[in-house]
Nanobody, 118 residues
Framework: EVQLVESGGGLVQPGGSLRLSCAASGFPFSSYAMSWVRQAPGKEREGVLCISSSDGITYYSDSVRGRFTVSRDTAKSTVYLQMNSLKPEDTAVYYC???????????WGQGTQVTVST
């Protein structure tokens, strides 16, 4: 059974930082791309960024470039999203997704809420 379990979300003030984690199991983690996708209230899901099986990073949202980064720990089958200089417009449910390639969302996590507010 494939499982993607996100953690690390919460409430943070503007300018603050959070690190999200996604623990994966049930598929060949080292061979799959890992993506972070977010959905803000009233909006469609938006791809944020992706790390390929060869650790190449692709940004799908220009608004996070320079503030967010992604990494993966193959030994722990975990992918991380480091979010710095957070803005209120980053408020969303953040999902971890995976597939053979960066735009192939075969499996999804349950999501974790990130709220940026004073």
């Amino acid at each position: 059974e494939v499982q993607l379990v996100e953690s690390g979300g919460g409430l943070v003030q503007p300018g603050g930082s959070l690190r999200l984690s996604c623990a994966a199991s049930g598929f060949p983690f080292s061979s799959y791309a890992m993506s972070w996708v977010r959905q803000a209230p009233g909006k469609e899901r938006e791809g944020v960024l992706c790390i390929s099986s060869s650790d190449g990073i692709t940004y799908y949202s220009d608004s996070v470039r320079g503030r967010f980064t992604v990494s993966r720990d193959t030994a722990k089958s975990t992918v991380y999203l480091q979010m710095n200089s957070l803005k209120p417009e980053d408020t969303a449910v953040y999902y971890c997704a995976t597939g053979p390639g960066c735009l192939e969302y075969r499996y999804w996590g349950q999501g974790t809420q990130v709220t940026v507010s004073t």
